[in-house]
Nanobody, 124 residues
Framework: QVQLVESGGGLVQAGDSLRLSCAASGRTFSTNAMGWFRQAPGKEREFVATIRWNGRGTSYRDTVKGRFTISRDNAKNTVYLQMNSLKPEDTAVYYC?????????????????WGQGTQVTVSS
């Protein structure tokens, strides 16, 4: 069992940066792929980024490549999402998720554990 708690969301202006954190509890964190997803009002949850269990491998959705960076610290049981050059279209609730796999999954259905989400609002 893995419990996930996100933090770091907030209201920022376009062009600003935020760093989201996801603190995990549970013995299997270091063996899980970790992902970030987001969901805007009236839209489906969408993949943002994922990182392999050992940090050696990442994947991003095209619209955040070059602006967002996912990283993890297994010693702290924490995964991060550094978001730079934020745009109004990045506004959403951001969710952290854990998948019991060695791959880099982008489908929400592959993830077993989810956090409660943190709101990110980017004003123009």
């Amino acid at each position: 069992q893995v419990q996930l708690v996100e933090s770091g969301g907030g209201l920022v202006q376009a062009g600003d940066s935020l760093r989201l954190s996801c603190a995990a509890s549970g013995r299997t964190f270091s063996t899980n792929a970790m992902g970030w997803f987001r969901q805007a009002p009236g839209k489906e949850r969408e993949f943002v980024a994922t990182i392999r269990w050992n940090g050696r491998g990442t994947s991003y959705r095209d619209t955040v490549k070059g602006r967002f960076t996912i990283s993890r610290d297994n010693a702290k049981n924490t995964v991060y999402l550094q978001m730079n050059s934020l745009k109004p279209e990045d506004t959403a609730v951001y969710y952290c998720a854990a998948a019991v796999t060695s791959s880099l999954p982008i489908s929400p259905g592959t993830y077993t554990y989810w956090g409660q989400g943190t709101q990110v609002t980017v004003s123009s």
